[in-house]
């Protein structure tokens, strides 16, 4: 007897899904504490000088009743912030638009757009890794002194957080509604919170406070309202502490109060805080390249430099050989 079966027809296919999935894709966050831009600015320009006045020094002589005070002079400094041209694109093609079984415009729409934010979160936190106020990890045995000296075991502990909020208080820099904003890579959160002891971040939440534990996020420590991204800064084998055979990555964490970065961007032809989508012209004789991207012309500078900090250290969890 006969079977008409699934090789007798040709109309048994494979099925589809038509919602299209992307990337695994972390927040963008480090544009937020660009609180310094411009309000005023005097024409558009290839960059944007902002003026800082310093204080007169604090006046505790009592002063000679016939003698007229001697007047002192003023201070000020400047930040420059450069703006520069960001962009990317895609260009699909006729073919592809054709006979895609899902929308391919809507998803370079989407890609694109991600891009863009994620391009920026890049550009910021390279310029929030150029600081000079550093210090290195506590969790060894002695204080490293330079990012390449640093060893497996100079992991985050409480109290480096300690040591950086009391610079930024000693700064008199202000907080972000209370607290101090901190960057940290879920590597060293792991570090962090996993210390023991009295003056630890776990103590507390041992005893009292649960929900971090449960949720695993820091949260609110040492008066700094931390934010846990994969994106923040790891320069990739950077250390060879005092090992001749292999090399540690060194993790940045990021504390930091207001006024630390400045924004700047161009608000002519369209242009202004945030990128703008870009639709190309078609130009082929045949009009079947269809490009769309992203751009943006500004730029981020370090404005006051006593009110960002930074901690460099290992993980324990992290790419050491």
Excluded at 115 to 137: M, P
Excluded at 169 to 175: M, Q
Excluded at 199 to 206: I, Q
Excluded at 211 to 216: L, S, V
Aim: glycine letters at 10%.
């Amino acid at each position: 007897m006969a079977y008409t079966q699934v090789s007798s027809l040709n109309t048994v296919q494979a099925a589809y899904e038509q919602l299209a999935y992307f990337a695994l894709r972390s927040e963008l966050l480090f544009d937020q504490a660009a609180d310094v831009q411009p309000t005023n600015q005097s024409m558009p320009g290839s960059s944007v000088v902002f003026t800082k006045f310093a204080d007169l020094a604090a006046a505790t002589s009592a002063l000679t009743e016939t003698s007229d005070v001697t007047p002192v002079a003023m201070s000020d400094s400047q930040v420059t912030v450069t703006l520069a041209e960001y962009g990317n694109s895609i260009n699909t093609t006729a073919k592809l638009r054709g006979t895609s079984f899902l929308d391919v415009d809507a998803a370079a729409a989407n890609i694109i757009g991600y891009n863009a934010g994620d391009s920026l979160d890049q550009i910021v936190r390279d310029v929030l890794a150029g600081g000079t106020n550093v210090i290195y990890g506590g969790g060894g045995s002695s204080d490293e002194t330079s990012r390449t000296n640093i060893e497996v075991e100079d992991i985050v502990e409480a109290n480096d957080i300690r040591k950086v909020t009391a610079a930024l208080r000693g700064a008199n820099v202000p907080t972000f509604n209370g607290y101090y904003m901190g960057f940290i890579h879920p590597d060293v959160s792991y570090d962090l919170r996993r210390e023991t002891g009295n003056a630890s971040w776990n103590a507390p939440h041992v005893n009292v406070d649960t929900a971090g534990i449960y949720n695993g996020e820091i949260g609110m420590f040492e008066s700094v309202r931390f934010i846990e991204t994969p994106r923040a800064k790891v320069f990739t084998d950077a250390s060879n502490g005092t090992s001749t055979t292999g090399t540690i990555d060194v993790y940045c964490t990021h504390v930091m109060g207001r006024q630390s970065l400045a924004k700047a961007y161009s608000a002519v032809d369209g242009n202004g805080a945030f990128p703008k989508i870009v639709e190309g012209p078609v130009v082929d004789v045949l009009r079947r390249f269809n490009p769309m991207g992203w751009y943006w012309l500004g730029g981020y500078g370090r404005f006051r430099e006593e009110s960002l900090r930074r901690i460099e250290s290992s993980s324990s969890i992290g790419a050491n050989s």
